[in-house]
């Protein structure tokens, strides 16, 4: 099971998605920091510590880059220079340095602006959410692959469930599966047990979408409980849904039906 706190990122209020990069992303240095980057990672078959660096180093400095253009139509192409190292060696400060790129970004580009983007909110603002959510699930993959406890900060994980199952139904063009997610009318319930935090969603013929108003007292087919920091790995497809960290009930079929077709 996963540690969760209730500290908020900034130290009171909503979650700071902007100052929670910086935070995520020196966690997931500090990790690194005298590790070998040729340990395999479990939860990202495949790949290795250094793919996972490569990977989230480069998100940061890409969604960066669309920042900066403003962009206001999908991108035709991705030529950006990520300035990623020849030596391994030097990957873990070249993470580092992705975040003040992303830091660089965010303070010439104002959260409110209105921009393309392939989720529901299209602000620039939906860019740095999501990048805090890539750094984050990534730096508990590498603290995993390492033989780590991750701890989530309860807030981070409450708002990253609500951002990976409002963008989800939007997906498609990278997580084609997610297309197969769809149902008579069936609905499942994400419930977390260390506080507030309640996700209803519904599977219709033509699609599935995030209840934004579920009832406390409103059932569903299947329901699957935990702690906020559990239920963010869960949903990103970490844990295994009948681990010891959760219960659940209902519909076995649709449970199964949704994660095999929900990964990111």
């Known amino acids: 099971m996963m540690n969760s706190s209730d500290r908020p990122v900034d130290g009171s209020g909503p979650v700071d998605h902007r100052a929670a990069i910086a935070v995520e992303t020196a966690r997931f240095v500090a990790a690194l920091k005298g590790s070998d980057l040729t340990t395999p990672v479990p939860s990202c078959p495949d790949w290795t510590l250094a793919d996972l660096v490569k990977h989230t180093g480069s998100v ?3 969604f960066s880059s669309l920042l900066h253009a403003r962009i206001q139509e999908p991108p035709r192409k991705r030529e950006v220079d990520l300035r990623i190292p020849e030596r391994q060696e030097e990957y873990v400060d070249w993470l580092a340095d992705s975040a003040t790129v992303a830091a660089q970004a965010f303070a010439a580009t ?60 939007f997906a498609t063009s990278f ?16 419930r977390a047990t260390d506080g507030e935090g309640d996700w209803l969603v519904r599977l219709r013929p033509d699609g599935f979408g995030l209840d934004a108003n579920p009832g406390a ?12 920091a559990d239920l963010l790995l869960l949903v990103y497809g970490r844990p295994h849904r009948d681990a010891a960290a959760f219960t659940h009930d209902g519909d076995k079929d649709l449970l199964a039906h949704w994660f095999a077709n929900s990964a990111f």
Do not use: Y
């Open 217 to 228: 007292a409103e059932s569903a087919d299947a329901t699957v409980q935990g702690t906020a």
């Open 60 to 62: 940061q400095r890409w």
């Open 110 to 169: 104002d959260p409110n602006l209105p921009m393309w983007a392939w989720g529901v909110d299209q602000h620039a603002r939906f860019w740095a959410r999501r990048m805090l959510f890539e750094t984050l699930v990534h730096r508990v993959d590498a603290e995993l692959a390492l033989g780590r406890r991750p701890t989530l900060d309860r807030p981070l994980a409450v708002d990253g469930i609500d951002e990976f199952l409002v963008n989800l139904p």
């Open 175 to 190: 997580a084609p599966d997610v297309a197969k997610l769809r149902g008579p009318d069936k609905s499942i319930r994400f």
